[in-house]
């Protein structure tokens, strides 16, 4: 049983991030869409926290999200896997449930 | 897989509503059913018919209408959100003796028990909001 | 519709700034109907939605607390509030609003419905949810 924690807030302007960080439990997965992709980027300020939560959740980010804010796939942080909107369904197949952070 | 989806926010204010759209597409081309969508708060704005936004933008109404048509979602408005922001049908404008109505084809205008059910009836039950 | 399913209401934003607590209030009025398993949570500002000595009248804006209140009287008794979360506004149990449910069980005693969590108990709650809704 496992959970897919939506994330749309940029943890720039928001806590929904560190929120969720905070109630993911292991194995549960943590999609960001919409303006949280501009948290991925390798070397901002939330690297360590995205890193730390890495060791036993699934971190994924949606890449048209990546794309239309001019983030290339090279710049998002290593571990995070990329997923397009057939991907974003397979996530909520493969989890039991979802709760997003909005 | 069987989907409901709750839209809480107004075409164009929010990505919200972009995002729930293209999920269901994606979830319909894999095969999945869209039980139902369940528009609330300003989501109940993206059943308007009256919009009208440029020619070069996207018209977020029209494709809801189309999503409908094409695969039979049903489309459900809240009627207390919709009341409070002026979304109306036929009959509830006649009832509020109001002079128009502007409910977009394929949505209909329904209470919270309507979400609720969704919860009940889905697999999966998805919110997209701000 | 016979199947019972638990229902967790996530609320993590203030009163009054947006409308999102009152019709997310609204919401578990109406699914109270349905006689499904039903909790409430209050992380973040949320905790902000059940605080005593709510006043908006100057606002111009209804004043919605009371209607938590009444929530044991459609059954809904379980609200979680996160300690972590009250904590980093310096707030406390006292601040909250005394909200109660009468059990029929036991004489229709008077019994709290509000219960401070910690977060880490708060997301196992959350992990034995069948539909999580936010607004």
């Not at chain 2, 459900?76 to 922001?85: D, N």
């Not at chain 2, 409910?103 to 059910?117: D, H, K, N, T, Y």
């Not at chain 3, 972590?84 to 059990?103: F, H, K, N």
Request: hydrophobic share 45%; net charge negative.
């Amino acid at each position: 049983m496992s959970m897919l924690h939506i994330v749309n807030k940029s943890p720039f302007e928001r806590n929904a991030l560190e929120s969720c960080l905070g109630y993911a439990l292991a194995g549960d997965s943590i999609l960001l869409i919409e303006d949280a992709v501009v948290g991925v980027v390798a070397g901002n300020r939330f690297a360590g926290l995205l890193t730390a939560a890495l060791a036993d959740r699934h971190i994924c980010v949606l890449r048209e999200d990546l794309v239309a804010r001019g983030i290339p796939d090279e710049r998002v942080l290593e571990g995070i896997r990329l997923v397009d909107y057939a991907g974003f369904v397979e996530l909520t197949v493969e989890n039991d449930r979802t709760q997003s952070w909005l | 897989m069987k989907y409901t989806i709750l839209v809480n926010e107004g075409p164009y204010q929010h990505q919200s509503a972009d995002t729930a759209l293209q999920f269901a597409r994606a979830a319909l081309a894999q095969g999945h059913e869209i039980f139902r969508v369940f528009f609330y708060h300003d989501g109940v704005n993206n059943g308007t018919r009256l919009a009208v936004p440029p020619k070069d933008d996207r018209m977020l109404q029209k494709e809801w209408s189309e999503l409908a048509a094409q695969h039979g979602v049903d489309l459900v408005i809240c009627i207390a959100a919709a009341q409070r922001r002026g979304l109306m049908d036929a009959d509830e404008a006649r009832r509020q003796g109001l002079d128009a109505d502007n409910i977009a084809p394929g949505f209909r205008i329904s209470g919270l028990g309507q979400l609720i059910e969704g919860g009940i009836e889905s697999d999966r039950l998805l919110v997209f909001g701000d | 519709m016979s199947q019972t399913k638990q229902f967790m209401y996530v609320n993590r934003k203030a009163p009054y700034g947006t409308v999102y607590a009152l019709e997310s209030l609204e919401v578990v009025l109406i699914a109270a109907a349905f006689e499904q398993d039903v909790s409430l949570a209050f992380i973040d500002d949320g905790v902000y939605q059940i605080v005593r000595g709510q006043s908006p009248k100057a606002l111009g804006m209804k004043n919605f607390s009371a209607t938590y209140n009444a929530l044991g009287d459609y059954d809904v008794r379980k609200l979680y509030v996160e300690r972590e979360s009250l904590e980093a506004r310096g707030l406390s149990a006292d601040d909250l609003m005394p909200i109660v449910y009468e059990d029929e069980d036991d004489d229709y005693a008077e019994k709290p419905s509000v219960q401070l969590v910690s977060r880490a108990e708060m997301a196992a709650i959350m992990a034995g949810q069948d539909v999580v809704l936010s607004f």
